[in-house]
C-alpha cells in the first residue's frame, strides 16, 4: 500500500512561486508514474503534470507548460511540482496521485486511472 502526503501550499501574490512536494511511503517501488491534479472550487479535477518514475517522462497540462515543473527525488521518494508565474486561476487544491502502471501523455492525464490519492495542499493566488 502506497500513501502520498502532499506540503507546499498557500496563499501567493499573482506572479509569484511556490513548490509543492509528495512524499510517498509504502511500496514506492510499484509506482510507475506519479500526477499532480487540482480542483478548484465547482470544478472536476484536472491534471496538471506526471512524471515516470524511472523513464523520465514528463507531460503537462497546456495551461501549465511553461510555467510549471514536476519532478523527483527517487533517494527520497519525492516529487515535486515548481509553480512559477502564478496565476489567480490557478487557485486550487492540488493533489498528488501514484499509479503503478506505463502511461501515454493522454493515458496519464485521465483522473480515475490513478489508484493512490494525498489528502491535497491548499494553493491560493490573489490578483
Known amino acids: 500500500q502506497v500513501q502520498l502526503v502532499e506540503s507546499g501550499g498557500g496563499l501567493v501574490q499573482a506572479g509569484g512561486s511556490l513548490r509543492l512536494s509528495c512524499a510517498a511511503s509504502?511500496?514506492?517501488?510499484?509506482?510507475?508514474?506519479m500526477g499532480w491534479f487540482r480542483q478548484a472550487p465547482g470544478k472536476e479535477r484536472e491534471f496538471v503534470a506526471a512524471?515516470?518514475?524511472?523513464?523520465?517522462?514528463?507531460y503537462y497540462a497546456d495551461s501549465v507548460k511553461g510555467r510549471f515543473t514536476i519532478s523527483r527525488d527517487n533517494a527520497k521518494n519525492t516529487v515535486y511540482l515548481q509553480m512559477n508565474n502564478l496565476k489567480p486561476e490557478d487557485t486550487a487544491l492540488y493533489y498528488c496521485?501514484?499509479?503503478?502502471?506505463?502511461?501515454?501523455?493522454?493515458?496519464?492525464?485521465?483522473?480515475?486511472?490513478?489508484?493512490?490519492w494525498g489528502q491535497g495542499t491548499q494553493v491560493t493566488v490573489s490578483s
Open positions: 509504502g511500496r514506492t517501488f510499484s509506482n510507475n508514474f
Open positions: 512524471i515516470s518514475w524511472s523513464l523520465d517522462k514528463t
Open positions: 496521485a501514484a499509479r503503478p502502471d506505463y502511461c501515454s501523455e493522454y493515458g496519464c492525464s485521465l483522473v480515475d486511472r490513478y489508484r493512490t
